[in-house]
């Protein structure tokens, strides 16, 4: 793609923000986060309305919207108007061009709505400079905007600059004239001669008519006299008419798309969306960029078909269209894409907001992280990650298989109502990376972890020091066990190579020790600082009497748990596992 818009301040327009957007841009939020109200701010910005009171956010401050276009360069002013060249050139700052359009308050008149362009001679906005908004109409051509659910029908059957089928249609006006320009004139030509006030071979119905009212307006205005006047499209016009037929089961009569469901619907327009990408991509002509704006595009799609969907967009993205689009499904959003993907919240004191992307940190994370941020973001873990509001890192299985369970118990709420993700972590070793990467995100996290962690990875990782007088005198009670207990040891830690116990065991027996107690607690205080809880007694199937990582004995816990409670399940260790979940959700 050679020109794009770039980014867009938004103030007093329902409250959003400052967004930054690529060639492919996702939008993933919540129902009513205000993600839709994005593409309306993105369109106002481009193509000037008018705003009503339910646009600002405050009635008394007015609406201003700022872009930045990147990527103006000879080649794109080579092919738009000479006249819009050089309303634009003058602007450009290193291929940028700054704009700005207020509205004062709501109802205000077309002529109150005003458009400023950022002067890189002086800094200064200039006011409205003459005709700079149909050179940027050059420079974006109407976008296609396709809701999430009311305009599919009219998005298929409708011809206008705005729809998919009226891109489609202008892809296919050339060749068609080219082929049959001639033929199509020829036809024309006949009906004007019939159908023309002054066609040579006028219909007799029409001249009758003629005859019959001037008769009667010769009573009223005797000097003048009138013809009924038929206008014959050209064959540009004639293609605005155009629209989609519907034939099912091989019926020979074809139905209007409003006579199909929802889901029929969707799929006709997203078919279309795919040929236009084919087109563009045999065509190879990118000398503008068309914006593609869509509310959930993957509503009333099955799987594969979303999939499909969201590499025919890719195409687009890389054939001459920019596209944003909102949505709900992780299909629309690959591993590749986390990093234009906008996560968009809103709250009271923020309104509508956008967490912080990976676009700009995404090198760094990548080199450093990159078998994390694969990690997080497989398909199984990016839809909770993208849909939440804070993340817990689970090292184990038990972990993974019984916190939901937990959260649900203590918190009376599921995992996803209280707007949480849950990521396995495949081992401790990701963990400072895996915190990292949701940091850049700013995507709230807390990790959980086995004691072991503390005296070992934690070390590595930087949390703690390898000579923290905690850790000491854990080693140094691990020395005086080792023997006894036939442990061996590495670097003053349990290895399972040679040992009478696996490492877990080894680290269980250690948790136990009386005289270790406030060590092992300091410990536990000093990781939860970075924001890691572990064990204190090694791990959580200590805390929740299990004796093995089976289906089996979780589905005995979970069992116990419903039939009695939690307290009585765990007389000696609900109270901390209560703490832990109200740690991690709070």
């Known amino acids: 793609m050679s020109h794009r818009l770039s980014s867009v301040s938004i103030e007093n327009f329902k409250s959003i923000q400052e967004i930054e957007f690529s060639d492919y841009t996702p939008l993933v939020g919540y129902n009513n986060a205000g993600k839709s109200n994005i593409i309306e701010a993105i369109k106002w910005v481009l193509r000037k309305s008018k705003l009503k009171q339910t646009d600002f956010n405050n009635s008394v401050n007015p609406v201003v919207i700022s872009a930045i276009i990147d990527g103006i360069d000879d080649d794109i002013l080579d092919n738009i108007t000479d006249s819009h060249r050089q309303r634009i050139e003058p602007f450009l700052d290193n291929e940028r061009l700054n704009i700005r359009r207020t509205q004062l308050a709501p109802n205000a008149t077309a002529a109150q709505i005003r458009?400023?362009?950022?002067?890189?001679?002086?800094?200064?906005?200039?006011?409205?400079?003459?005709?700079?908004?149909?050179?940027?109409?050059?420079?974006?051509?109407?976008?296609?905007?396709?809701?999430?659910?009311?305009n599919s029908e009219e998005d298929v059957s409708k011809s206008k600059s705005g729809t998919t089928i009226g891109k489609l249609l202008a892809e296919i006006i050339g060749p068609v004239e080219q082929q049959y320009g001639d033929q199509l004139r020829n036809v024309l030509t006949g009906l004007k001669d019939v159908l023309d006030a002054d066609g040579v071979n006028r219909a007799s119905e029409l001249n009758q008519f003629d005859q019959d009212v001037n008769t009667k307006l010769d009573a009223f205005f005797p000097d003048i006299n009138v013809k009924v006047h038929v206008p014959t499209p050209e064959i540009k016009e004639v293609f605005t008419k155009g629209t989609i037929k519907v034939y099912e089961n091989q019926n020979a009569n074809g139905t209007d798309v409003s006579a199909l469901g929802h889901g029929a619907q969707r799929s006709i327009q997203m078919a279309l969306v795919r040929h236009l990408a084919d087109l563009k991509i045999a065509a190879n002509e990118n000398t503008t960029t068309t914006l593609l704006l869509i509310d959930e595009p993957e509503l009333y799609l099955h799987p594969q078909a979303i999939e499909i969907l969201r590499n025919s967009l890719k195409v687009l993205s890389t054939q001459g269209y920019q596209v944003l689009f909102s949505t709900h499904s992780p299909f629309m959003v690959t591993q590749k894409d986390i990093a234009h993907t906008l996560l968009i919240r809103k709250n009271e004191v923020a309104g509508t907001h956008k967490r912080n992307s990976l676009k700009t940190a995404i090198p760094q994370i990548e080199q450093n992280a990159q078998h994390q941020l694969t990690l997080m973001f497989a398909l199984s873990n990016s839809s909770n990650i993208l849909f939440s509001e804070r993340v817990i890192l689970a090292e184990g299985k038990t972990e993974n298989r019984l916190v939901p369970f937990l959260i649900e118990v203590i918190s009376g709420r599921t995992l996803g109502l209280n707007k949480c993700a849950l990521v396995s972590q495949g081992g401790s070793g990701n963990t400072r990376k895996s915190l990292e990467v949701l940091a850049v995100m700013d995507l709230p996290c807390k990790a959980l972890v086995d004691l072991d962690y503390a005296f070992t990875q934690a070390v590595e990782d930087g949390y703690?020091?390898?000579?923290?007088?905690?850790?000491?005198?854990?080693?140094?009670?691990?020395?005086?066990?080792?023997?006894?207990?036939?442990?061996?040891?590495?670097?003053?830690?349990?290895?399972?190579?040679?040992?009478?116990?696996?490492?877990?065991?080894?680290?269980?027996?250690?948790?136990?020790?009386?005289?270790?107690?406030?060590?092992i607690h300091n410990l536990k205080t000093k990781l939860q600082a970075h924001n890691i809880w572990i064990w204190k007694k090694g791990t959580i199937e200590t805390y929740l009497n299990l004796q093995s990582k089976t289906e089996s004995e979780w589905a005995n816990f979970v069992n116990q748990v419903e039939t009695n409670s939690l307290t009585t399940t765990l007389p000696n260790d609900h109270a901390e596992i209560q703490d832990c979940i109200n740690w991690l959700l709070n």
Do not use: Y
């Open 115 to 150: 458009l400023e362009v950022l002067n890189p001679a002086d800094g200064q906005w200039q006011l409205n400079p003459a005709g700079i908004d149909n050179a940027i109409k050059d420079l974006f051509p109407e976008p296609i905007h396709i809701g999430a659910m009311e």
């Open 464 to 519: 703690l020091q390898d000579n923290d007088p905690d850790i000491v005198a854990c080693r140094n009670e691990m020395a005086q066990l080792a023997p006894a207990h036939g442990i061996n040891l590495n670097n003053g830690w349990p290895t399972k190579r040679h040992s009478s116990m696996t490492s877990a065991e080894a680290f269980a027996l250690l948790a136990s020790q009386q005289n270790l107690q406030v060590n």
